[in-house]
């Protein structure tokens, strides 16, 4: 919900008055505390008073800073209010949002489609078996909403000079016994919200070749389209 309390101060000035009254008005109803509410009235008539003199011709210095923190102060005291009492009451009707002077709530239920962009890496290393990627969105002509564009699954397998053996390729590692077409053929994964990823290799792996593949995800886990293989070699 945007936020619902006035920023100008002649609006919020008829808008506090309007909320004090109304929750005094509908304070049984809406099962609100006597003192809480005795409480926020105090603040808004300090509230006043301080407008008051602020509005007077030969206004100094020190009444401006009087209004503007009584102000703050009563918007504090408002906000508290309003998460005690009001928000998630079951009573609140959306006739009573309308008399506080609160915006309606969105009901509506907005899914989150699968993304529809690609992704992609450039990649350095860093040291020894150190290699960083930094992620990118490509071919995003229409953004997709942050929603679907949670975060990122990183695809990788590892393959010698001249390929794995079977051996290998079906053993803890499963290096690859040839290039990947698709990201489809590469072994191991891992989702990250950052455009920038670590990879820190073994020692032995060094000298052979990695192969990446990057797909977007949603919140809920669905993968977008995936992007293109590219490879370079283990410092």
């Not at 030969?58 to 998460?83: E, I």
């Not at 990695?210 to 797909?215: E, G, K, N, Y």
């Not at 995800?217 to 993968?223: D, L, S, V, Y």
Request: charged fraction near 25%; glycine fraction near 8%; aromatic fraction near 10%.
């Amino acid at each position: 919900m945007l936020d619902y309390i006035p920023r100008e101060g002649n609006k919020f000035y008829e808008w506090a008055q309007t909320f004090a009254a109304q929750a005094d008005d509908k304070a049984t109803r809406l099962n609100i505390d006597a003192d809480a509410l005795a409480a926020l009235k105090a603040k808004l008539g300090d509230f006043l008073d301080a407008w008051a003199e602020y509005q007077k011709p030969d206004r100094g210095k020190s009444t401006t800073t009087a209004k503007n923190t009584a102000m703050l102060v009563l918007k504090k005291a408002v906000r508290a209010f309003y998460g005690q009492f009001l928000k998630g009451n079951p009573a609140l009707s959306a006739a009573d949002r309308d008399d506080f002077g609160l915006p309606q709530l969105d009901t509506a239920y907005s899914p989150v489609p699968p993304p529809g962009n690609q992704a992609t890496a450039k990649h350095r290393p860093l040291g020894d078996h150190l290699l960083e990627l930094d992620i990118e969105i490509i071919g995003d002509i229409l953004p997709d909403a942050k929603a679907s564009d949670y975060g990122f699954r990183v695809y990788w397998g590892i393959m010698p000079q001249g390929g794995a053996s079977v051996e290998a390729a079906t053993g803890p590692k499963r290096e690859l016994m040839k290039a990947p077409a698709g990201g489809e053929e590469l072994p191991f994964s891992r989702f990250t919200r950052r455009k920038r990823e670590v990879f820190d290799f073994a020692e032995s792996d060094r000298g052979k070749t990695v192969s990446f593949c990057i797909r977007l995800e949603n919140a809920k886990g669905q993968a977008g389209p995936w992007g293109t293989v590219f490879s370079t070699i283990i410092p």
